[in-house]
């Protein structure tokens, strides 16, 4: 294992023991678990920037191998066999990895880069990992014997690049075309708070990098003044398109937030069905039962049997928030009761819904403020309420996790959760 | 849905005013109107012609930050690094760290000397106001910081009732603020850099792009921004003018000579009355106590950015343990330093002015490379044109404060 900045500016000798010229850089091979080094790149004794194919590096002698021979990285041809090249404008440096910014999947936070640590992974010399400790700061500085001393804690901190996703512009291009952006697999709401890391332009690099229905969760999941930026700097049909596909009540809570004239835009070039739901929803009073509902649910009528039932459900694949529980109308659309998922799963097939559903439905009304809806949610071990109007039609639900948003003191926002993980291999100590 | 204070929302909520207006006012900090005062008391009005010069230097450089920020989204801290990597940054950033580091302690020490002329003794209004400044900064919400920052921000309109109170002569003003007639001795050379010094800061340069990024200005809002910059400006200057008007016809008319700007207040009640006195000592302690707080919280902010730790008022002490640290020793050191019985403040502040008179010409050549690369910058690098008028006012912005800095290292400190 060598560090990239050990590297540089160290001699480059050929086969006959020719000092050629000096290490500038590196050129390597993006890949998923490590990058391989395809050429390396020098400063030749005239002056010029050249690179030559890694194959014909022999040896790479740095301060830990006990020879005799220089520090410098050995070639295995003569310099006039191996014909180096120029370097191209596409090409992927290590240097440019070098006090840059990237993002750690893996601890789900955005880094910047001290060091980049080179190894040999099945016989080919590659990036094996990202330095973003203390360690590797001071080791930069120069100052590791002074500060190994005041600081003996500080620490390494290494990221496998495999968890490294980086924020060049070309480099995610790269990521996009080949689908293996690595920020694809995280949950919107880690996404969004690595948001909250990011330049604005970054910002945009990652937030394009994802499809259609994961931007939208990631927006409703981010923190309103990223939320407020993000909509500054898009385009107004991508705009369009998350907000379609959001739950009316999550888009109409973003609308909310920006100025009216141009939420007023927004809405009149939106499909007209979801304008109007949105419309509605902006119309209650804020964080009361209307503002905070899902518009979205299951209805049956009480003389639907448990099949019937099991097989709408099949055919309609709702998501899980909506799944809670399916609710019984009458004739009139009146809600006359609440069929539990436990209860139509464990009927029998034929059994009416009318005799599986629970009558006594603890519902609020759309102007039920946040507080009153919390206290009933927990009054009676619920994950979601119905909300009907005057006439008990049933007009949207809200679940428990939207109104815990809202009801969360703010000074909890500061105990972020971050998920359990595992312990990285060779995380955190020396090497 | 509600804004919380967070690393993001610090500076949402500060742009919401505007981020060139906050700078600005911030600019004018203890500091600041401590050298307008001297400069006031010992010269009269003839150093005010100085801020038309000033404020065009100012206008230039901080358009020159907005500008990187608005163009590249990124701040000025997490640009030198990309651009000049660590060993740079490091450097810069540890110079950061001194001068900010006695810029809040000559914020305690105006808050300590605002308190004095109302009869409180500074055993207790500087702990309590660094008390109240980690309190503001760990647990007040977005709203009520707005409100303590607008609060603060109304009292620099005493300044300028300072200044009409004190019954200027408005011809003479006017004469030399136009057309001065400059006797350059060492000591007028000295207060105008000081001047110059506590106008243009490091700290700023690094303040201003910050908020402007976390704004998220866009390129087609750029212009109603850079008129910001232009207004505030302006603006801060009318603030120093203000404070060198009121000193000046004052205390130099009456040949009273002071050494910080409590001494102005105190010089001034039985000139003007006690209401002057009063609202002098008063917007000193707004400023101080704005600098005091804003000043250690960026400096921590920047830092941390620029060397890659986790930051943010958002974070547990466990996530962003070199922030807080960083933060806490910042204001309690220097609250503790400034309680120091019969400790020699204004040998102190001078001292900050030198580190600051060695980082800004670094930071100044910095960003005008930094503006200048095409790869950066692209079409919005700045023009031939404007290049030799940033150069120009850098250059002598740079050769004045060397001098400055090489006059207090052999007589200031050493004698």
Partial sequence: ?431 | MKRIFNSGAFFVFLSVIGPGLITSLADNDAGGITTYSIAGAHFGYSMLWSLIPITIALVFIQEMCARMGVVTGKGLADLIRESFGLKITFFVMIGLLFANFFTTMSEFAGIAASGEIFGMSKYVIVPLSAALIFLLILKSNYKSLERVFFILSIFYVSYILSGFFAKPDWGLVAKETFAPTIKLTTGYIIILIGVIGTTITPWMQFYLQSSIVEKGIRLEEYKYTRLEVIISSILTSLVSFFIIVAAASTLFVNKIRINDAADAAVALAPLVGNFAQSLFALGLFAAAFFGAFIIPLATAFYICEALGWESGVNKKFKDAKQFYVLLFLIISIAMAIVLIPNIPLVKLMVASQVINGILLPIVLISMLLIINNEKIMGKYKNSASYNIVVWAASIIIILLTLLMVATTLFSGILG
């Avoid at chain 1, 927006?219 to 309103?224: G, M, Q, R, S, T």
């Fill in chain 1, 1 to 431: 294992m060598v560090y990239f900045t050990h590297l540089l500016g160290k001699p480059v000798i050929d086969s006959r023991g020719r000092d050629i010229g000096v290490i500038k850089d590196l050129v390597f091979i993006d890949g998923d678990k490590y990058a391989e080094i395809s050429y390396l790149v020098y400063l030749s004794k005239d002056n010029y920037r050249k690179k030559i194919s890694w194959r014909f590096v022999k040896e790479l002698k740095d301060e830990s191998t006990k020879s005799k021979a220089a520090i410098g990285i050995y070639l295995n041809s003569p310099v006039e066999e191996i014909n180096p090249l120029f370097e191209r404008e596409d090409e992927f440096l290590v240097s440019k990895l070098i006090d840059k910014q990237i993002i750690d999947v893996d601890g789900l936070k955005v880094v910047r880069v001290n060091d980049v640590l080179l190894g040999k992974i099945k016989d080919k010399f590659s990036i094996v990992a990202v330095c973003v400790g203390t360690k590797s700061l001071i080791r930069r500085l120069g100052a590791e014997k002074i500060m190994g001393a005041v600081i003996p804690m500080a620490k390494e901190n290494i990221i496998p690049w495999e968890s490294v996703e980086t924020l060049d512009p070309a480099l995610q291009a790269l990521h996009i075309k080949l689908n293996k952006s690595k920020i694809k697999g995280l949950h919107p709401g880690d996404i969004a708070d690595i948001m909250e890391d990011l330049d604005y332009k970054s910002r945009a690099l990652i937030f394009n990098s994802l499809d259609k229905s994961q931007a939208a969760k990631t927006i409703v999941e981010a923190e309103p003044h990223i939320q407020e930026s993000f909509f500054k700097n898009m385009k107004v049909n991508r705009i369009l398109e998350i907000l379609e596909d959001l739950p009316t009540h999550d888009s109409a809570d973003i609308l909310s937030m920006m100025p009216k004239s141009r939420a007023a835009k927004l809405l009149s070039s939106m499909r007209q069905d979801v304008a109007e739901k949105i419309r509605k929803i902006l119309s209650y009073p804020e964080e009361s039962a209307g503002a905070l509902m899902s518009t979205e649910f299951i209805l049956v009528t009480g003389d639907f049997t448990a099949q019937k039932t099991i097989n709408l459900l099949r055919k309609l694949k709702p998501s899980s928030e909506k799944t809670y529980h399916i609710y019984v109308i009458d004739e009139n659309k009146s809600l006359i009761g609440i069929l539990p998922i436990r209860a139509l799963i464990t009927a029998p097939s034929h059994e009416k819904v009318a005799n599986l559903m629970k009558r006594r439905v603890v519902k609020v009304r759309l102007n039920t403020p946040k507080e009153e809806i919390a206290n009933a949610l927990s009054k009676y071990n619920l994950f979601a309420i119905p909300v009907v109007n005057g006439n008990n039609v049933l007009q949207g639900v809200v679940t428990a996790d939207n109104v815990l948003k809202e009801v969360m003191p703010r000074s909890w926002k500061r105990k972020r959760y971050m998920p359990i993980k595992h312990k990285r291999l060779g995380n955190e100590k020396n090497i």
